[in-house]
């Protein structure tokens, strides 16, 4: 990886047990990408010092620079009593977190790996939209639709063709871009 400016970033939102599994999701992509200025970047939730640690030698052991940086919630976050895991609320901050030169963001959960080039994603046609984002439920449940109807989706079967339908990754797989000018209107 390069290091200077970069237009495209990946971000991996993690706590300090899944770290191990986010520094894993980052190297394959970077063992698996033809393309050398994405800027990789681990959002931390309570990272102890030491992890962070971890991360500088994870890098120096693999030759890649991981940027690790700490996340606190903003004091009028509401409470979700437990509902979801804070690194799966912090992910909705993404857009406050994203440096000002980046033209397109990955999100991807720590506990994907990649097993193929990814780069295509950071080209895919949003349509003028904000974000781009697979479908959990389809990729976890693969014969059920919210509608109810037969789809390649509920039958099991990937539209390999369509954005978004991306095979290369590993199931359970989250991976959304986003373009920064349309989420910082």
Request: charged share 20%; hydrophobic share 40%.
């Amino acid at each position: 990886m390069s290091v200077g400016i970069h237009s495209k970033a990946i971000y991996v939102f993690t706590d300090a047990r899944m770290l191990p599994a986010a520094c894993c999701t980052l190297l394959s992509v970077v063992r698996n990408s033809q393309k050398n200025d994405i800027k990789l970047v681990i959002v931390g939730i309570d990272l102890p010092e030491d992890q962070k640690a971890g991360v500088a030698t994870f890098n120096m052991a693999n030759g890649i620079n991981i940027d690790v940086v700490d996340f606190t919630f903003p004091t009028d976050t509401p409470e979700t009593a437990g509902r979801w895991h804070k690194s799966t609320l912090a992910r909705l901050y993404l857009d406050k977190l994203m440096d000002e030169n980046l033209e397109r963001v990955l999100y991807l959960d720590a506990d994907i790996l990649a097993v193929g080039n990814i780069d295509p994603l950071f080209d895919v046609d949003l349509n003028g939209k904000a974000i781009g984002a697979v479908d959990d439920y389809v990729v976890a449940f693969p014969t059920r639709s919210d509608s109810g109807s037969a789809s390649s989706a509920s039958t099991g079967e990937r539209d390999t063709s369509m954005p978004g339908s991306f095979s290369w990754i590993a199931p359970p797989s989250g991976p959304a871009t986003f373009s920064r000018r349309r989420v910082r209107c």
